[in-house]
């Protein structure tokens, strides 16, 4: 199976901050993967899919980047409402997986 | 408005089995793949599967550490879709959710829509 290897685990931030999140693949996963916030006690949200294209509705501060192995999830000037759980997911073959989530907290 | 709801959850001795429920409305169904996703209490999602629209005659797709004991099937005269749980273990205590699956002409695209989850709990 594909592993999705995501770091930091936690993140400190304030707001305003720019905040950027890497995701790596353990094989070439082309542009198969998304991201996704959580908020406590709520079903995840699609922010990203194939690596960089902005869901429908998802602010632009939101941006993803990367292809093959490495991604990246870049938050722009972080608002209060953004301080949640990240994840990347690839679909690149029928077994997708997840990576562990990166919380981003208040510094 | 698309919409998927679970239902089906609740308290359960390990061993025992439970089947969930995935109701669907707002958009074709059939023309749709939908996955489960779990997430134990305080910890990250774990992709369960999902089932329908999938190429070469596949009907559904599952983890491998949970492929045996759980099993994906879909309605589509109701729009739902099943998760029948076996052989259920402690470590299976999470929040279920069912999300839909877009396709694209390159194949599978990211889970867009989200039902809000049912709670599985497995515990003598």
């Known amino acids: 199976d594909i592993q999705v290897t995501q770091s930091p685990s936690t993140l400190s931030a304030s707001i305003g901050d720019r905040v950027t999140i890497t995701c790596r693949a353990s094989q070439n996963i082309s542009a198969s993967l998304a991201w996704y916030q959580q908020k406590p006690g709520k079903a995840p949200k699609l922010l990203i899919y194939k690596a960089s294209r902005l869901e429908s509705g998802v602010p632009s501060r939101f941006s993803g980047s990367g292809s093959g192995t490495e991604f990246t999830l870049t938050i722009r000037s972080l608002p209060a409402d953004d301080f949640a759980t990240y994840y990347c997911?690839?679909?690149?073959?029928?077994?997708?997986?997840f990576g562990q989530g990166t919380r981003v907290e208040i510094k | 408005e698309v919409q998927l709801v679970e239902s089906g959850g609740g308290f359960i001795q390990p061993g025992r089995s439970l089947r969930l429920s995935c109701t669907t409305s707002?958009?074709?169904?059939?023309?749709?793949?939908v996955g489960w996703v779990r997430q134990a209490p305080g910890k990250g999602l774990e992709w369960v599967g999902f089932s329908g629209n999938l190429p070469y005659g596949v009907t559904a797709e599952y983890a491998a550490s949970l492929r045996g004991r759980f099993t994906i099937s879909r309605d589509d005269s109701k729009s739902v879709v099943y998760l029948q749980l076996n052989s259920l273990k402690t470590e299976d205590t999470a929040m279920y959710y069912c999300?839909?699956?877009?396709?694209?002409?390159?194949?599978?695209?990211?889970?867009?829509?989200w039902g809000q989850g049912t709670m599985v709990t497995v515990s003598s």
């Open positions: 997911q690839q679909y690149y073959s029928y077994s997708w997986t």
């Open positions: 707002g958009f074709t169904f059939s023309a749709f793949t």
């Open positions: 999300a839909r699956v877009p396709r694209t002409a390159a194949g599978l695209d990211a889970f867009d829509i």
